[in-house]
């Protein structure tokens, strides 16, 4: 649909590509990825070695929250990425209680030489202090039935009761929403033109046009959230999880075209949930929107222990966060704006993609007629000079 294209100025063209490549440098590195995946990787091979417990039963190991469905965001620095974990044992929890579930993965790695000074007990998960920037906590579970994939684990630190999870279908809720409009994207059209007209974006991150609105979103809002809570004293003015947050933004997310809608819609939306706390007295609920037990007491519930001092927090947050964006959004963009939503990393890296991208299509000739509409599309369908249909123009460099 690239006639979704004429909406835009060459400004907010210029804008949302902008915040696709700050989004991009925001988020963990290949490299990372890759080490933490081998790390859950390692830990699924020496549980599936056990042979006192986990050798009777179908076990894996996988990622869950932002790893899995691709909004991880740096930790700013002195801080650890926090990489959540799923033991899922293909077993019903009939057959066992959450402290058992729970006791027998803390054996098995305190029993491995390499673990065993890494580990810390957590209240529902046991967590690995890797000697390097990110930790893992692994949440044990076990299955309600067969071919389904919400399971259910310790509900808290006495681990007497189970809760319910479902971080699969999580990752298929957020994955639907995200992905609505996708073909009229956007940077998802700039990315098809580029690849028509053979644009060379090797050096820019290889994701920068494929991920969706709600993704990039996600990903600023939380570095805005780091940044807010950083210096705050956290007892009095909590901060807000990653899980609430993210589930928020899916849920009031519209299928916006392009970033910068995406987050002023988000901005917006969050705000009215702030005012009607504000003015109001209103305390929303953010319960797991895979989570379809009947009995809304036992869904699982992800603001079940917010106090009247998280919504408070909540407030502050979301009126400091959509006035910096739109300043951020309203004005030309400069440092001191960047510094605001994102920190003092990256700001030169982040211009100097830009103005990279701006000259490689200054210097191909075949995009510039291509967007001021004077280029042709062969029957074959072939863009070029001369001959075939012409092309209407995309409006991104219109002057406004």
Not at 26 to 37: G, I, P
Not at 88 to 101: A, G, K, W
Not at 180 to 193: A, D, I, K, P, V
Not at 326 to 352: C, M, P, R
């Amino acid at each position: 649909m690239k006639n979704n294209l004429n909406r835009y100025t060459e400004q907010e063209l210029k804008k949302d590509e902008l915040l696709a490549i700050i989004a991009s440098n925001l988020e963990l590195d290949e490299t990372r990825k890759s080490q933490m995946k081998s790390a859950y990787k390692a830990v699924n091979d020496i549980l599936a070695k056990d042979e006192n417990f986990f050798k009777g039963y179908t076990i894996s190991v996988y990622a869950q929250g932002s790893l899995l469905i691709g909004t991880t965001i740096k930790p700013l620095a002195g801080k650890e990425f926090d990489l959540d974990i799923v033991l899922h044992i293909e077993d019903s929890f009939l057959n066992h209680t959450p402290s058992e579930i729970y006791d027998e993965l803390y054996r098995v790695l305190a029993e491995h030489e390499t673990y065993r000074p890494l580990l810390q007990e957590k209240n529902r998960c046991v967590r690995i202090n890797y000697n390097s920037d990110f930790h893992m906590d692994i949440l044990p579970g076990c299955i309600i039935m067969k071919d389904n994939t919400r399971l259910m684990i310790p509900l808290d630190k006495k681990r007497i009761f189970w809760s319910r999870t479902n971080p699969k279908g999580y990752f298929e809720w957020f994955n639907e929403i995200s992905e609505r409009n996708r073909t009229s994207f956007l940077l998802q059209e700039r990315y098809g033109m580029l690849l028509e007209a053979k644009i060379e974006t090797e050096d820019l991150p290889t994701d920068l046009y494929l991920k969706t609105p709600l993704q990039r979103t996600v990903q600023i809002v939380k570095r805005y959230r780091d940044l807010y809570y950083q210096n705050k004293d956290t007892e009095r003015t909590p901060a807000i999880s990653s899980i609430v947050l993210t589930t928020l933004l899916a849920q009031i997310h519209a299928g916006s075209h392009s970033i910068q809608e995406a987050l002023k819609d988000a901005a917006s939306k969050l705000k009215g949930l702030a005012d009607d706390f504000k003015y109001k007295g209103v305390k929303f609920t953010v319960y797991n929107p895979v989570d379809d037990h009947e009995d809304k007491n036992e869904r699982e519930h992800f603001t079940d222990s917010w106090e009247e001092r998280h919504y408070n927090s909540f407030v502050g947050f979301v009126e400091d966060f959509q006035r910096k964006l739109n300043t951020f959004l309203g004005n030309s963009t400069n440092e001191f704006n960047y510094k605001d939503l994102f920190g003092n990393g990256y700001y030169k890296e982040n211009i100097q993609a830009l103005v990279k991208l701006e000259e490689s299509r200054k210097g191909n000739q075949k995009l510039a007629a291509l967007l001021a509409g004077t280029a042709y599309t062969s029957a074959d369908g072939m863009i070029n000079m001369s001959t075939g249909v012409k092309n209407g123009s995309h409006g991104f460099y219109a002057e406004s």
